[in-house]
């Protein structure tokens, strides 16, 4: 069946800042309370979709959430006028202030997990959009990134909705960054990889959490209906995740039957490449490009974000062009690996360069931008044309990141209480831009 990848990637909010609110995520650390620039991340972001769109590719957009959090400060008794709820908690709760803050949503990978229908029993595309226990800045987002990929997705026959799994550490669930897909073509039954950094039972260990349980994946592949022997779960190695691989997208990424990963990515590779290939064997041969440690460090693939870059291939493309930030190119030691590689016979043909630096800076590169959704042909035209860019739409969403978003933000900056009603209105008008219908957001509820 014909079928196309749509990224749908994240609106950079207007409060864009550096909290360093995510622990093992070595950027958003480095990066803690440095000025931020919410104009330029949001035009930034625009310009990779349109650098997507360039390439023929189709192009989604999902919005971004009410920043401050205002009802969710509600919840741990803040009262009074919303402008009141906010001076208390920033002088009374400054971490959690900052946590209603995050404009982490942005970061569209950790959305959902998506299967597209030719993997379900029942036909229609199953997606799950994660509960991201693992961080507070991030756990508030669930109930509204269900409630976006409903407006996004909205035809129940061919769409199958799932809440977020049981907010319980034992299903911590990270989205699409810990899940991979290969198949021999777009809309072709494909093998569905898992990538986990622990298991529920697992002894206590030092370092960085890993955030991505074996529970919650296996949970995540039942309720998709997936076909045991297409499916695959991989630990990800401790050496990654202590590295600052927080997500299974900083070390590996998939596309069609090419599998892009560092060395020391899995805990077994061996076994995690043998259980793929036996999964995949009777509908295609996986494509395996390893980067040695000797060719690109652990730290350096951490640092220049080459992993996470996105696979895509062009209408008509003789191969695949990876979709890099320009800190890989930057790094002199992978940036030499980039250029060696596609010059090399292999799927990867091209490298394009890609400015996204002011997300780099909070630990999100180009994959991290983007849910990857493939929909066949009935699928695509069910989704409203409004959530995919043509020309004017995304000229329509330049010009109201240049009217509503602030050119800088010093963490100080967040404490004003006009803020509140700023980012309302530009995300009131944002409802008029994208078909998101006029009570999307809370505050449009009264």
Partial sequence: MSAVEVNFDGLVGPTHNYAGLSEGNLASERNRDMISRPRAAALQGLAKMRMLMALGLPQGVLPPQERPNISWLRAFDFTGPDEAVWESAWRDAPRLARVAASASSMWAANAATI????????????????NLITMLHRAQEADTT???????????????????????????????????????TPGAPGVEIFVYGRASDDPPRAGFPGRQTLEACQAIARRHR??????????????????????NDVVAVAHERTLFFHEQAFADKAA???????????????????????????????????????????????????????????????????????TCVGAIKRVSYVEVRESMRNGGGPACLRLRVELTDTELAAVPPGFLLDEARVSALERWVKTHY????????????FLIQETRAALDELTRILPLGGAFYSFQRG
């Fill in 115 to 130: 299967s597209p229908s030719a993997d379900c029993d029942d036909g229609r595309l199953h997606m799950t959009p994660a």
């Fill in 146 to 184: 269900a409630r976006a990929l409903r407006c996004v997705f909205p035809d129940a026959a061919r769409f199958a909705h799932h809440e977020p799994l049981m907010a319980q550490d034992c299903f911590a669930d990270e989205g699409a960054a810990n899940h991979m897909r290969l198949s021999a």
């Fill in 226 to 247: 997936l076909d045991p022997q297409r499916t695959v779960f991989i630990r990800q190695s401790a050496d990654a995740i202590d590295a600052g691989a927080f997500h």
């Fill in 272 to 342: 995690a490449l043998a259980d793929i290939r036996a999964k995949a064997a009777g509908l295609f041969e996986p494509n395996f490009i390893e980067v040695s440690a000797s060719s690109v460090s652990l730290a350096d693939a951490v640092s220049s974000y080459l992993f996470n870059s996105q696979l895509v291939r062009a209408p008509g493309g003789d191969g695949l062009t990876l979709i890099a930030p320009s800190e890989t190119r930057e790094n002199n030691r992978v940036g030499a690996y980039v250029a060696e590689l596609v």
């Fill in 406 to 417: 602030r050119e800088e933000l010093a963490p100080g900056d967040l404490s004003d209480p």
